[in-house]
Antibody
Framework: QVQLQESGPGLVKPSGTLSLTCAVS?????????WTWVRQPPGKGLEWIGE???????NYNPSLMSRVTISVDKSKNQFSLKVTSVTAADTAVYYC?????????????????????WGQGTLVTVSS | QSALTQPASVSGSPGQSITISCTGT?????????VSWYQHHPGKAPKLMIY???NRPSGVSNRFSGSKSGNTASLTISGLQAEDEADYYC??????????FGGGTKLTVL
């Protein structure tokens, strides 16, 4: 059973860089999973930020792509998120999650398009 | 990509059934059978309840069911229980390796 735990500063200054890490336990970061970041601004819904595979291949939300970088650290079994030039609009609870590359049921395997493991989230506030 | 549209809140009494809608476009909900639903109790990790429109993961009660018609997906919870009170979010694959979530629905069990 994969477990995910976010960590990082809870307060970031405007125009600064938000940096978070997600520690993976109960499984290897090099397994067939896409490692994902999702955020939830106060009082709003969830927003998919992006994902990365252990190979380094990454996909990003087009609306955030210019400011977001997701990376993998195989030696520490963790992955990270960086958001540059932050504003108050980046204040949110940030979740890490995972999406398997595929799932198998009834003797057949299918590509997986859902997030099956989640961290509990960490609040990041952007304020001076 | 715009967020999927969900009602802000729904409510029901124990034992009743409720349905939460999730409306998107031809590019997301209507274009792919990859809608998933998540239950979220504040302060806890979101939990997968339905995947690929209507499939339930192992361990999820059969009181939860999903469906889709056109650009609108739905989550139905039958036999409402107090423990079902939570926020519910839908998500859809949008193509080009990106995803979109709904704005969330707060379920109150009266």
């Amino acid at each position: 059973q994969v477990q995910l735990q976010e960590s990082g500063p809870g307060l970031v200054k405007p125009s600064g860089t938000l940096s978070l890490t997600c520690a993976v336990s109960g499984g290897s970061i090099s397994s067939s999973n896409w490692w994902t970041w999702v955020r939830q601004p106060p009082g709003k819904g969830l927003e998919w930020i992006g994902e990365i595979y252990h190979s380094g291949s990454a996909n990003y939300n087009p609306s955030l792509m210019s400011r977001v970088t997701i990376s993998v650290d195989k030696s520490k079994n963790q992955f990270s998120l960086k958001v540059t030039s932050v504003t108050a609009a980046d204040t949110a609870v940030y979740y890490c999650a995972s999406r398997g590359e595929y799932y198998c049921t009834g003797g057949e395997c299918h590509l997986q398009y859902y997030f099956d493991y989640w961290g509990q989230g960490t609040l990041v506030t952007v304020s001076s | 990509q715009s967020a999927l549209t969900q009602p802000a809140s729904v409510s029901g009494s124990p034992g009743q059934s409720i349905t939460i809608s999730c409306t998107g476009t031809n590019s997301d909900v209507g274009g792919h059978n990859y809608v998933s639903w998540y239950q979220h109790h504040p302060g806890k990790a979101p939990k997968l309840m339905i995947y690929d429109v209507s499939n339930r993961p192992s361990g999820v009660s059969n009181r939860f069911s999903g469906s889709k018609s056109g650009n609108t997906a739905s989550l139905t919870i039958s036999g409402l229980q107090a423990e079902d009170e939570a926020d519910y979010y839908c998500s859809s694959y949008t193509g080009s390796s990106t995803w979109v979530f709904g704005g969330g629905t707060k379920l109150t069990v009266l």
